[in-house]
């Protein structure tokens, strides 16, 4: 309230006037700020009526204090329902959107301005296939959307499941193929150290490697992940058990911290 009259007697009464004094404000506050952890947030995740496009947005603050307020909460669901009626390109042309005549970036700053946080729009991430599947873990502190190549209301609680294992196990990619090269490499080098330093011999250690490649496959690729529900099963298997043809072609995972 002192900040708002402090505008207004700047701005000479001018309301408009009053209004840009608060929004510099914010932007100053966001840059006094910028070296403090947003660590807490909000994650919402919405999939279209038809379910072939899926969205994931998270408006951060530092403390679950703010992340918790019910006007907070609010406005991340406004802004995850403009990310799905727009479906933008990325990140920066989602701020852009507008939220009743204010751009997205500009609502941000003006929550810093009220709030005295460091807040910010850190994810915007989306999806499209046949069907899409959301999940809201924790509480609004982690969402995933995934995309299956079949439609029907009989995969929904699959595609639910396979949701929930994202959310729980954090796998980096579908199947192997999705993995990004670099990682690749990376990890066999690591099994060769690791082998070498066990003292196999030198002609073993790529061998050795591969196969702890192998399994690192297995704990971090969605589809030969363990389902949690039932150990016995990969993903892949608990999906051919629904249809032989069942899969995921994508999944989106935001999450606080």
């Known amino acids: 309230m002192m900040d708002c009259k402090s505008a207004l007697n700047e701005a000479a009464g001018d309301f408009e006037k009053a209004i840009e004094v608060l929004r510099k404000k914010g932007q100053k506050l966001s840059v006094k700020r910028a070296d403090r952890e947003a660590k807490e947030g909000v994650v919402i995740a919405l999939v279209s009526p038809d379910r072939t496009k899926g969205i994931v947005v998270r408006l951060s603050s530092e403390t679950d204090f703010v992340s918790k307020n019910e006007d907070f909460v609010h406005t991340t669901k406004q802004i995850a329902q403009t990310a799905l009626d727009h479906f933008p390109a ?3 042309a989602l701020g852009e959107l507008s939220i009743n005549g204010v751009a997205i970036k500009d609502k941000v700053t003006d929550m810093i301005a009220a709030i005295g946080e460091k807040i910010g ?11 899409v599947v959301s999940y809201i873990h924790m509480g609004n502190r982690a969402g995933v959307i995934v995309g ?4 029907g209301d009989q995969f929904l609680e699959a595609g639910k499941d396979v949701a929930m294992q994202v959310a729980a196990m954090k796998p980096i990619a579908v199947t192997p193929d999705g993995i ?10 690591i099994g060769k150290e690791v082998a070498r330093a066990e003292g196999k011999a030198e002609e073993m250690l790529e061998k ?14 969605l589809l030969q992940q363990e389902f949690v529900k039932d150990s016995k099963l990969t993903i892949d298997a608990y999906l051919k058990k629904q249809d032989k043809d ?12």
């Open 121 to 131: 729009l850190e994810s915007y991430e989306k999806l499209e296939a046949p069907q």
């Open 180 to 189: 990004d090269k670099s990682i690749i490499e990376k990890e066999i080098e």
């Open 90 to 92: 990325n990140l920066e």
């Open 208 to 221: 050795i490697a591969l196969g702890k490649l192998n399994k690192f496959y297995k704990e971090n690729t």
């Open 246 to 257: 069942l899969s995921v072609t994508s999944f989106k995972h935001v999450m606080n911290g």
């Open 148 to 151: 299956l190549n079949k439609a």
